[in-house]
């Protein structure tokens, strides 16, 4: 018997978002990425002593929109507390967290897999913390530089229950999570950059057992990839463990891109090693229900409500649904579009067919992209209009389009001599002149070969550079086979 059949895969998230503040949660220092070592700090954030921290009123803000995002409850009250623990990129001593009070409480995050079965994540919180330092390990130098940047940088973690079952859930998630956040604007999403990162829980259980396996949290992984090959690793790991009859050690690995390994770091700590208790420099924070209610009034529309709307109202299927939504910029580029024409399907495919591949081909995003909405409108409406077929629309219009963006596109494809050609009788002597040339394929179209006429047709386009209108061709190339 496998271990999936055997054994059942249990684990828990916990994502941490770098928020877009310009300052760091308890101080004016800057909070943006980059910057020499050691140029984003002041006497807060290296902790000198006689110092106090003062809440970035921001920070609460953004965490409150990412709550409200996940249906989760927002609490009117809230201290922060000190988390012990000493490591070296850590000025305090400490990390200001929040334990007792998290800012959001409960929730959940529904995903979607690749059939489009839709699943509740369930959330048991998510809170407000400030960021470490970075320690940095130069190869064969016996000391270690930290670098103090970060420090203090606004986070919200999100945790997850217990309650995802694979590592696909797992990347799931992880791609609703950073969707969520840059619809929101409250972080880039950037997980090479660290701005986003996750630590995941894994343990096994067999599937008849009522009690949780022990845990393993695996940290190190800078894509959502990543995280589902660690996740898998851990899986195999663990069950070749307990076939084996040798215990699980709950304890903290890390994940090697590599090898695709997890490797030891060090025992997994216990709630009480943190010693949390309550910050008395950080007064209590009170959030009042006209603010709540400034805040929820403000929020945008979220990926999974465009989801449904681009269904019922733009009656897209759910694939193409679930690509526009896929990023903010793309959905909004999609709905200013929609607004300039009544063909939604075209705008749809337009995005993923064309304007994707040239947006992967030139490495910029949506945002970037040039081609004014009423371009595209203009656009999709020459071939609607029999002016323009799609073939010569996306090969040679498009492209000439995006050197000149701004211009009309009817202006530029009658410069350029693309516009389809549905006068009949020019159309009727091209069509004549193949049907004359190949008189053995015309004695197969008699005999009952019908398909022949694909080849007809092809002879058509190449003679007339692709402007013939396809269905007036058919036509007339039918009437002549038929004679």
């Known amino acids: 018997m496998s271990g ?27 909070a943006a990425y980059g910057g020499a070592p050691n140029t984003h700090v002041g006497v807060i954030t290296l902790a000198h002593p006689g110092t106090l921290p003062k809440l970035n009123k921001h920070t609460v803000e953004l965490a409150a929109r990412m ?12 201290i922060f507390d000190r988390k012990n623990y000493f490591y070296p990129d850590l000025p305090k001593g400490y990390q200001l967290t929040q334990d007792r009070t998290p800012i959001c409480v409960g929730g959940f995050i529904t995903i979607r897999n690749k059939e489009g079965i839709e699943k509740k994540i369930v959330l048991n919180r998510i809170h407000l913390e400030e960021d470490a330092g970075k320690s940095i390990h130069i190869e064969n130098e016996l000391d270690t530089l930290l670098d103090f940047n ?21 990347g799931a998630l992880m791609t609703e999570i950073r969707k969520l956040v840059r619809y929101l604007s409250i972080c880039d999403g950037n997980m090479e950059e660290g701005s986003l990162r996750c630590d995941a829980n894994v343990s096994v259980m067999l599937k008849d057992a009522k009690e949780l396996g022990k845990k393993v949290e695996v940290k190190n992984m800078n894509s959502i990839r990543n995280v589902q090959r660690a996740i898998d690793h851990e899986f195999e790991r663990q069950v070749e463990l307990l076939e084996q009859s040798k215990s699980v050690i709950s304890e903290t ?9 997890t490797y030891s770091m060090r025992t997994k700590e216990e709630l009480n090693d943190y ?11 009170q959030i009042s229900e006209e603010w709540l209610t400034e805040i929820k009034n403000a929020m945008p529309l979220l990926p999974q409500q465009l989801y449904q709307k681009f269904i019922t109202e733009y009656h897209l299927p759910t694939y193409d649904a679930q690509v526009i939504t896929d990023t903010k910029e793309m959905a909004i580029y999609f709905e200013s579009v929609c607004q300039r024409t009544q063909n939604f399907k075209a705008v749809s495919n337009w995005l993923m067919g064309p304007i994707k591949s040239y947006l992967n081909e ?7 992209f040039q081609l004014p909405h009423q371009a595209l409108a203009e656009l999709i409406a020459l071939i609607d209009q029999g002016k323009l077929n799609f073939a010569i629309a996306s090969q040679q219009l498009f492209p000439e389009a995006m050197k000149q963006p701004m211009k009309s596109m009817n202006v530029l494809a009658a410069e350029l001599n693309l516009m389809q050609e549905s006068n009949t009788d020019t159309i009727l002597s091209i069509v004549q002149e193949v049907v004359n040339e190949f008189p053995a394929k015309v004695a197969e179209y008699k005999k009952g070969k019908k ?7 092809g002879e058509v386009m190449k003679r007339s550079k692709g402007k013939a209108d ?14």
């Open 4 to 30: 999936s059949e055997k054994y059942r895969l249990v684990i828990g998230l916990e994502v941490h978002a770098q928020l877009l503040t310009s300052s760091k949660i308890f101080n004016a220092d800057e």
């Open 67 to 78: 709550g409200l995002a996940c249906n989760s409850r927002i609490s009117s009250f809230q």
């Open 150 to 170: 970060r420090s203090g940088v606004p986070l919200i973690e999100i945790v997850t229950e217990p309650v995802i079952e694979s590592s696909e859930d797992a």
């Open 253 to 261: 690995r890390t994940f090697n891109a590599n090898d695709g390994k």
């Open 275 to 285: 010693r949390y208790f309550p910050d008395p420099d950080v007064s209590p924070l």
């Open 362 to 368: 030139t490495g910029i995003e949506i945002s970037e």
């Open 451 to 457: 398909v022949i006429v694909t080849m007809f047709m």
């Open 470 to 483: 396809p269905k007036l061709a058919t036509d007339l190339i039918i009437q002549e086979l038929a004679k």
